[in-house]
């Protein structure tokens, strides 16, 4: 797949944005500029440029800002959890599904949060980090298993998405090339055409040829909010997001067509075979959100929202590809969600010591699913209704924070064979308390204790941090209630017991910064899919050079973890299952190898520009993480730099 127009373009812009960023400002120190009076006085005051009515957990919000997450080598968007203590990422390839564990809990017990619901998809619970762009994202929030989220999720992940609100216009595009044709392009703009009307865009595109047969990788994103704020204490917004993917699904190297100990073999796309060479899939995707916030005192906000969503998913087996394999499928899924949700965030000062927030939230939702198979099987469409509430009461007092919330959930049924009206509402309580010692101004403890009636997960943690140090440990303990398909096909009985321990520290000294995260599970016998100890290790160097234009580091970055039993994607179901599922003439299923990656990279930036060179496997080892999956090998002469990334803000 050639992209020479778009290498042209690049590498104009880039030497552009040199001839620019030479004589740009000091990076560190203040700068006198004159202001524009538009962008004090004639912009309206939004009430949605503040994240704070946004936030899941609003007294305490744990966040990755987009600062931080810039300056990090990651492959792909979902590669920055990795740095994250608890969460596991099983690397597949770009564009792929790329499942995310977190804590032991399979991939689908996790919620993906934009614009306060779900992007997971209702048909078989996953997340498609592919509907979204890096640009987008100003802050991503983690509710760290504690489950105070309208939708039941274990855990939440939210994404608050970037706008900004200035009369200036704002004009950035990322660019990143990775080998075997990996080319990533995202631009966005964003100004107030008025001082009550505010206008954020973007479009992204990303495409893969890559390098085993059949896992090439297209998508097109475009996205726009419009704000519009008649006064200070009500807002209008209309948010639409699009999305159009098309992928390649080999479902890996089959173990049986080589020899996985052999690097040779293993890294030549002719010698190693994948299992499926002509299955793909094409997804498109459209969600629009609309709907209004209102202050109703100086720090509470009430949100009236109406939302649809509609997908398409075509999943195609040996038609007009190159590569037949002698099965056919042509199956079709469709789902659209529309509903309405409430939400109204309080917040009193009792007193100068004493403070008080409710949250409260309620959502109905109707969903259609409709399924087309090519098996012979006539179409059909299996219906839901949901309503969804949550009340959340949070009492601080000085340094002590103590919260408590009460989950209701019901559904009803209304299938081709089927139908049920609401004739139950389940309910699940939880609470937390946090404390936070404090023993200077730059010095701190913060100690946490959670409990989640679902699952009966309990969780403690500790984290102390000064200027030069930030550590904390955290024990985590729950148990299966009722599980999904996914635990049904590994036989897990009811109330299997899950624990284990994360491990994190960020060390600096002098100019160096040591990054450790690491995560002990202890074993029992339901949980051989997931590795017993893994975790991350980052060393950088960081300075600055040039009379302070150049802002940079340089590291080393290593993800490592034990032995543990592989899963096998299937691109029919868009499921993992055991290969033994799958393949009944393997006995046992793939064993993922103890190992670790070692990865070097550069980081500057300079003015208005964020750059990034990445130099990935550089001792040259065959790696995998899940199904045979090969990461990327080191490449030759010439070939070495695998990875090159700039971000450019160019009107501003």
């Known amino acids: 797949m050639k992209r020479n127009n ?9 030497f552009l944005s040199i001839n620019f960023i030479t004589f740009a400002q000091d990076t560190t120190k203040p700068i006198i500029k004159p202001v524009d009076p538009k962008d004090t006085v004639y912009v309206q005051n939004f009430i949605l440029a503040d994240h704070n009515y946004q936030y899941i957990n609003k007294s305490n919000p744990d966040t990755l800002t987009r600062r931080r997450f810039l300056w990090y080598p990651a492959k792909s968007l979902e590669d920055m959890f990795n740095i994250v203590p608890g969460y596991y ?6 564009g792929q599904l790329n499942p995310l564990n977190y804590n032991q809990q399979t991939y689908t017990k996790t919620g993906l949060l934009r614009n306060g619901r779900p992007v997971n998809d209702p048909l078989d619970g996953s997340i498609d980090f592919n509907l979204f762009s890096r640009n987008e994202i100003a802050e991503i929030e983690f509710s760290g298993d504690y489950s105070n989220n309208i939708y039941g999720y274990s855990n939440t992940i939210n994404v608050i998405q ?3 609100f200035q009369f200036r216009p704002y004009t950035e595009m990322s660019f990143y090339q990775d080998r075997y ?13 008025f001082r009550q009307l505010n206008f954020n865009f973007g479009i992204t595109k990303h495409s893969y040829d890559g390098h085993y047969t059949n896992s090439d990788f297209d998508k097109w994103l475009g996205r726009f909010n419009l704000n519009f704020a008649p006064n200070n204490k009500l807002n209008f917004f209309a948010y639409v997001n699009y999305a159009h993917i098309q992928k390649g699904l080999n479902s890996g190297i089959n173990p049986d067509t080589v020899n996985l100990g052999d690097k040779g073999k293993v890294f030549d796309a002719t010698e190693a075979f994948v299992f499926n060479s002509d299955a793909y899939e094409i997804k498109e995707r459209f969600d629009v959100d609309l709907g209004t916030v209102f202050k109703t005192g100086n720090n509470s906000t009430s949100l009236i929202q109406l939302f649809v969503s509609n997908s398409f998913r075509n999943y195609r087996d040996e038609e007009n590809r190159s590569n037949p394999n002698g099965v056919y499928e042509k199956n079709n899924y469709q789902w659209i969600n529309y509903g309405i949700k409430l939400k109204e965030q309080l917040y009193f000062d009792l007193s100068r010591t004493l403070k008080l927030y409710s949250n409260s939230e309620g959502e109905f939702n109707y969903t259609v699913k409709n399924y087309n198979f090519s098996s012979g099987t006539d179409p059909f469409y299996l219906n839901t209704k949901n309503i969804n509430f949550i009340q959340e009461l949070s009492l601080k007092y000085n340094d002590l924070l103590l919260s408590g919330f009460v989950r209701g959930f019901s559904e009803a049924f209304d299938y ?11 309910i699940t309580p939880g609470a937390k308390a946090e404390y936070k010692l404090k023993f200077s101004e730059s010095e701190n403890m913060q100690l946490k204790l959670q409990y989640s009636y679902k699952d009966n997960h309990v969780s403690t943690s500790v984290d102390y941090r000064n200027n030069f140090m930030n550590v904390g440990t955290e024990f985590y303990y729950y148990k299966t209630r009722t599980y999904d398909y996914y635990f049904t096909l590994l036989n897990f009985p009811p109330s299997t017991v899950f624990r284990g321990i994360n491990l994190f520290s960020e060390i600096k000294v002098f100019k160096f910064k040591l990054a450790l995260n690491h995560s002990y599970s202890f074993r ?14 980052n060393l950088v160097w960081e300075d600055n ?22 899963l096998f994607y299937s691109g029919s179901s868009n499921m993992f299952q055991p290969f033994t599922i799958h393949l009944n003439s393997m006995q046992n299923s793939i064993r993922i190898p103890a190992n670790a990656t070692l990865d070097f990279y550069i980081i500057g930036k300079i003015g208005k520009a964020t750059f990034g060179l990445t130099l990935e496997n550089i001792l040259d080892r065959i790696v995998y993480n899940t199904g045979v999956y090969p990461f990327m090998d ?9 990875r090159f990334n700039i971000t450019w803000n160019f009107f501003d």
């Open 6 to 14: 778009i290498n042209i373009i690049v590498i104009v812009l880039f």
């Open 89 to 94: 990422l099983k690397f597949m390839d770009i």
């Open 162 to 164: 970037r706008q900004l």
């Open 181 to 193: 044709e990996n080319l990533y392009l995202d631009a966005n703009f964003h100004q107030n055409f």
């Open 416 to 426: 081709d064979y089927y139908s049920a009206g609401f004739n139950s509402i389940s």
């Open 524 to 537: 029992n016998d339901h949980n051989m899919d997931s590795p017993e100890n893994f975790g991350r290790i």
């Open 545 to 566: 050079a040039f009379k302070n234009k150049l802002e940079y580091k340089i590291g080393l970055g290593t993800r490592y973890w034990s032995e543990y039993r592989s």
């Open 634 to 642: 080191r490449g030759g002469f010439l070939n070495t730099i695998s």
